[in-house]
């Protein structure tokens, strides 16, 4: 299973960008799903989540300005950004946990989100 992340690049503050990651074959339907970054020098942290029945989770830094969903049907999760501010400046990767589980089980290889202010 592969897991291709797309969309980062360089915006302005106050900006948008969508994220896209694409799974090479159909797992999403039973797997939570998750967008996660890492910036210069920190830990990587989570940004949202998806459960299999549609349940959004979001790290409070990004409540009210990030949404992340789901497509099934085309095995992609989104991520819309919004209002973008330069502390969003990271490598986003995207996850799938195990089947009906909380542990991740595929990392994608990360696409650079840069924010300048």
């Known amino acids: 299973v592969q897991l291709q992340a797309s969309g980062g690049g360089l915006v302005q503050a106050g900006g948008s960008l969508r994220l896209s990651c694409a799974a090479s074959?159909?797992?999403?339907?039973?797997?939570?799903m998750g967008w996660y970054r890492q910036a210069p020098g920190k830990q990587r942290e989570l940004v949202a989540t998806i459960s299999y029945s549609g349940i959004r989770n979001y790290a409070d830094s990004v409540k009210g300005r990030f949404t992340i969903s789901r497509d099934n049907a085309k095995n992609t999760v989104y991520l819309q950004m919004d209002s973008l501010k330069p502390e969003d400046t990271a490598v986003y990767y995207c996850a799938a946990n195990r089947q009906y589980s909380a542990s991740i089980e595929y990392w994608g290889q990360g696409t650079q989100v840069t924010v300048s202010s």
């Open positions: 074959v159909r797992i999403l339907s039973s797997r939570t």
